[in-house]
């Protein structure tokens, strides 16, 4: 899960500090999964380090990559919102290496990927996501639900439903700047149509860019408050998919 999740996946986080959180998180954690998981009934104590163990072992790691997966599905939402407005604003060939996606990005994508992260730790994010999101990962399902055919449908809602969800909460973030810039290049259009002496042309990257910042700076306590309510959802919608595995054993 450390390898998939968002900041701690990155390469400025040192090996060391993630096997340590590792350890960490499995010593506070073994006490509430050892009763529960349901793997009493699938491997016992005297049949350890068999094939069937390590699949075991193999399918709780791909849990914790489908965690780790499904919270950089929420952060791919921000950076692509960014990447839907930076082309109106001028800023498209602005791009760099992004460390939180460790991908290239335009500056409004890392611009909001940071603004998203920062709120992410303040609402105490990565908490819930260990304490809340492991726990309860280790409490309701194993690695044998994953292989379960009536668990295929919930599964599959959740990756496909959280890559739908991304491009429709891409659109509305970034939805109140492109519908502004689409008005202002059909005015500059019409303006340019009607005294093409004044050659609108070459003063519309700087208006634009101009405007875009000042609509971020009025925009940008409303996008931070759908920011926390994406949180929240997406929490909500991924508590409910672990209770779903809670009567498998």
Same mark, same amino acid.
């Given at each position: 899960m450390l390898m998939t999740l968002p900041l701690f996946s990155t390469r400025s986080v040192s090996f060391v500090?993630?096997?340590?959180?590792? /350890?960490?998180?499995?010593? !506070? *954690?073994?006490?509430?999964?050892?009763?529960?998981? $349901?793997?009493?009934?699938?491997?016992?104590?005297?049949?350890?380090?068999?094939?069937?163990?390590?699949?075991?072992?193999?399918?709780? /790691?791909?849990?914790?990559? !489908? *965690?780790?997966?499904?919270?950089?599905?929420?952060? $791919?939402?921000?950076?692509?919102?960014?990447?839907?407005?930076?082309?109106?604003?001028?800023?498209?060939?602005?791009?760099a290496y992004d460390s939180f996606s460790q991908v290239e990005n335009p500056l409004m994508g890392q611009f909001l990927n940071l603004i998203a992260m920062m709120l992410f730790l303040q609402v105490q994010g990565f908490q819930q996501v260990f304490l809340r999101g492991l726990v309860n990962s280790f409490q309701t399902m194993n690695a044998y639900s994953l292989v379960v055919v009536e668990n295929h449908k919930e599964f599959l809602e959740l990756l496909l439903g959280g890559l739908s969800k991304l491009f429709f909460d891409a659109m509305m973030i970034s939805l109140p700047l492109t519908g502004t810039f689409f008005l202002v290049a059909i005015a500059m259009g019409l303006l340019t149509k009607a005294a093409p002496q004044m050659n609108l042309l070459s003063e519309g990257i700087p208006l634009t860019m101009l405007l875009g910042f000042l609509l971020l700076s009025l925009l940008l306590p409303y996008m931070c408050d759908l920011f926390m309510n994406l949180f929240d959802r997406a929490f909500y919608t991924f508590e409910n998919f672990l209770a779903g595995f809670g009567t498998v054993s």
């Open positions: 500090a993630k096997i340590a959180l590792t /350890g960490y998180m499995a010593f !506070i *954690i073994l006490p509430t999964a050892y009763p529960s998981g $349901g793997y009493e009934n699938l491997v016992s104590i005297y049949d350890t380090f068999n094939l069937k163990f390590i699949l075991l072992l193999v399918g709780e /790691g791909l849990i914790g990559i !489908i *965690i780790g997966f499904y919270i950089s599905i929420l952060f $791919g939402a921000f950076s692509t919102a960014g990447q839907f407005f930076s082309f109106q604003m001028g800023l498209s060939a602005a791009e």
